[in-house]
């Protein structure tokens, strides 16, 4: 997914899915949020639950066109600034470990990316009401829901191996720095565009 892509506005078919919620395994204790910050697993599986309980409210929206559009739109946000902070920060620290399933799983997950950006172009061509958008809603969450598992089972346990607790929360904190300025750009790009 590219954090920054400019998407039109529409989307296609999706099919609703159950599958269960994933969660983190919970790593760490109270400490793992200290005042050093997340470190960078910590933070995308923040991530990953922020999105599954927007799927989940998603999919109890039933026939609600307006609910079903204001939760597409912070699914897709929330989804784009993930994607950015991974492909620019935690992807590139992983990827250049010692490790070849290291590369390997990065080249999983940003072809992943991928297929969750063009689910989101097409949901974005795609009105509520439109008998696609639930069907390709779907798909969306199926997809997201496979690459968290690809992360939280594979990649995690890679980048917590080879790059270890200090450099973890070092990525964390610049993380929670790109994140912070992604979203004050979106917000500031919503307001210049409601005063047009």
């Known amino acids: 997914m590219k954090g920054n892509a400019k998407h039109k506005n529409g989307s296609k078919k ?7 919620k994933l969660t983190s395994e919970k790593t760490k204790s109270p400490q793992a949020h ?3 910050g997340m470190d960078a697993t910590d933070l995308l599986i ?4 922020n999105v599954q ?9 039933g026939e609600d066109a307006q609910k079903k559009a204001m939760l ?3 699914i897709r946000d929330e989804l784009q600034i993930h994607t950015r902070i991974e492909e620019e920060i935690f992807y590139p620290a992983v990827a250049d ?3 070849d399933r290291a590369k390997d799983d990065i080249e999983r997950s940003l072809q992943d990316h991928e297929e969750v950006d063009d689910l989101l172009d097409d949901l974005e061509m795609l009105s509520p009401d439109d008998s696609d958008f639930d069907e390709r809603m779907a798909e969306l969450m199926d997809a997201v829901r496979k690459h968290i598992k690809l992360e939280q089972e594979e990649v995690f346990k890679v980048a917590r191996t080879g790059l270890g607790e200090e450099k973890l929360q070092e990525l964390g ?3 929670e720095q790109l994140k912070e300025s992604l979203k004050e750009q979106k917000m500031d790009s919503e307001g210049a565009e409601a005063s047009e």
């Not at 999706?14 to 269960?20: F, G, L, W």
């Open 46 to 49: 923040k991530d990953h639950e």
């Open 14 to 20: 999706t099919t609703s899915s159950s599958a269960p």
């Open 53 to 61: 309980d927007l799927f989940a409210q998603a999919e109890r929206a």
């Open 34 to 36: 200290n005042d050093r």
């Open 72 to 74: 597409f739109a912070k």
């Open 173 to 175: 904190r610049e993380m």
């Open 97 to 99: 470990l010692p490790v």
